[in-house]
């Protein structure tokens, strides 16, 4: 079975620039999570959707969005680029079975640079 | 609001040694608790799921252990290779709620 894959791996843009990040969760998972990694701050919770609804969110400014399609890839946007932005970003995908409530499984990530 | 330590934050042991690395939470209302292993730039590896009804999980050289009433996790690897060298992090999610992560520890293993 494939695994969650991102999409571009790497990503390098300018401030005020938006970007969008793909992620394709593992054939059958209906859950996607997005987290930001620094540093400085370590891993920091986006949001989640299921089922193409958001059903939870962190504590980030709205220039970061997501969304997720019927077959429940995953985008996520971020508008007006800011220098904090430069960061790992990873896409995680779980099922909803008994057995394994909420294993999340992660991509590779995508490092987005800004300068 | 939940927090996760992870102690220490690095370590550093010779080849061989069995060691064992901490792992506590504020909030015992835990419904499971993963370990991973994360390698320089690269994405998390999941090595164990304890969920909440269980005291211990095992996968190969793996042993995690989770007491809830007292907040703490340990993560054991035996016999330690350099292949081992990583980032080990430790996340408690409370059913629909997001993972709450640790800063994680930094492993070296030493040839």
């Known amino acids: 079975k494939a695994g969650v894959t991102q999409t571009p791996r790497y990503l390098i843009k300018t401030r005020g620039q938006q970007v969008t990040l793909s992620c394709s969760p593992i054939?059958?998972?209906?859950?996607v999570s997005w987290y930001q990694q620094t540093p400085g701050q370590g891993l920091q919770f986006l949001f989640e959707y299921f089922s193409e609804t958001q059903r939870n969110k962190g504590n980030f400014p709205g220039r970061f969005s997501g969304r997720q399609f019927s077959n429940s890839r995953s985008e996520m946007n971020v508008s007006t680029l800011e220098l904090g932005d430069s960061a790992l970003y990873l896409c995680?995908?779980?099922?909803?079975?008994?057995?394994?409530?909420?294993?999340?499984?992660f991509g590779p990530g995508t490092r987005l640079t800004v300068l | 609001k939940q927090e996760v330590t992870q102690i220490p934050a690095a370590l550093s042991v010779p080849e061989g040694e069995n060691l064992v690395l901490n792992c506590s939470f504020t909030?015992?209302?835990?419904?499971?608790l993963q370990w991973f292993r994360q390698d320089p730039g690269k994405g998390l590896t999941s090595l164990l799921l304890i969920q909440s009804s269980q005291r211990e999980q095992t996968s190969g050289r793996l042993n995690a252990s989770l007491d809830k009433s007292s907040g703490r996790s340990t993560l054991y690897i035996a016999a330690s290779q350099p292949g081992d060298s990583a980032t080990y992090l430790c996340?408690?999610?409370?059913?629909?709620?997001?993972?709450?992560f640790g800063k994680g520890t930094r492993l070296s293993v030493i040839a």
């Open positions: 909030d015992s209302a835990i419904y499971n």
């Open positions: 995680a995908s779980s099922t909803e079975s008994r057995s394994s409530y909420n294993e999340q499984f």
């Open positions: 054939s059958g998972h209906r859950s």
């Open positions: 996340a408690v999610s409370s059913g629909n709620t997001p993972l709450v």
